[in-house]
């Protein structure tokens, strides 16, 4: 069966400092992977997409690094600010039906002044 | 900029109710997508569609219905509105084929009374 699981499930640090979130998955064949930034209440938005030949993809403060060899993956945050609180949730991709995706069940990050 | 909108924020339905979720889209997208989001379960595939009049189900179809009558705009039907359809309903588009980068609406906030 096909997993994304995502660690830690919370995480609370102080402004400024960097962080690192985790995603290992067992999805297979694989396509791609996608970590996206999902603001309370609102949608999720896309931080960053990464194909099987690509190993790191940075989108501002966040980079976003895959090794498909052993099906994980990590975003980092650097220099963290307010406005990161948020839940990160990654999605990856595989097969040839558009609609088959896995989500993790997502990191909580919350960012103290 | 991609715009996915949804045609409610917040919808407040008694038991037993026709709802209809709308979402639109203006990126000529094939792809549209339709998920539930529920504390602790993450983002569920309620139904997908990859062209106009096609529609694939997701991973909880149940109780849920869809059409796909013109490329920009896909609708979610709940033939007869349920406590336990109470949730976060999110809309996305992205464009044809596998794993490509989905962009969501804003989400609708159902509450079945």
């Known amino acids: 069966k096909n997993q994304v699981e995502q660690s830690p499930q919370s995480l609370i640090i102080l402004e400024g400092k960097n962080c690192t979130l985790q995603?290992?998955?067992?999805?297979?064949?694989?396509?791609?992977l996608r970590w996206y930034k999902q603001d309370t209440g609102r949608g999720p938005v896309s931080l960053t997409i990464?194909?099987?030949?690509?190993n790191t993809k940075s989108n501002g403060r966040y980079t976003a690094t895959l090794d498909a060899d052993t099906k994980q993956s990590s975003l980092h945050i650097t220099a963290s600010q307010l406005s990161d609180s948020a839940s990160y949730i990654c999605?990856?991709?595989?097969?040839?039906?558009?609609?088959?995706?896995?989500f993790g069940d997502g990191t909580t990050l919350t960012v103290k002044p | 900029d991609v715009k996915v909108t949804q045609s409610s924020r917040y919808l407040v339905k008694r038991t037993g109710e026709k709802v209809f979720l709308e979402c639109v889209q203006d990126?000529?997208?094939?792809?549209m997508f339709w998920y539930r989001q529920d504390p602790g379960l993450g983002l569920r595939l309620i139904y997908f569609?990859?062209?106009?009049?096609?529609?694939e189900k997701g991973d909880i179809p149940e109780g849920y219905s869809v059409s796909r009558e013109k490329k920009e705009r896909f609708s979610l039907i709940l033939e007869s509105a349920s406590t336990n359809q109470t949730s976060m309903y999110l809309c996305?588009?992205?464009?044809?084929?596998?794993?490509?980068?989905?962009?969501f609406g804003q989400g609708t906030r159902l509450t079945v009374v």
């Open positions: 990464m194909t099987f030949s690509e």
């Open positions: 995603c290992n998955y067992t999805v297979s064949p694989f396509s791609n």
């Open positions: 999605v990856v991709s595989g097969g040839t039906n558009a609609g088959k995706s896995t």
């Open positions: 569609s990859y062209d106009v009049k096609m529609k």
């Open positions: 990126m000529d997208h094939e792809n």
């Open positions: 996305a588009s992205s464009p044809g084929g596998v794993g490509q980068n989905s962009f």
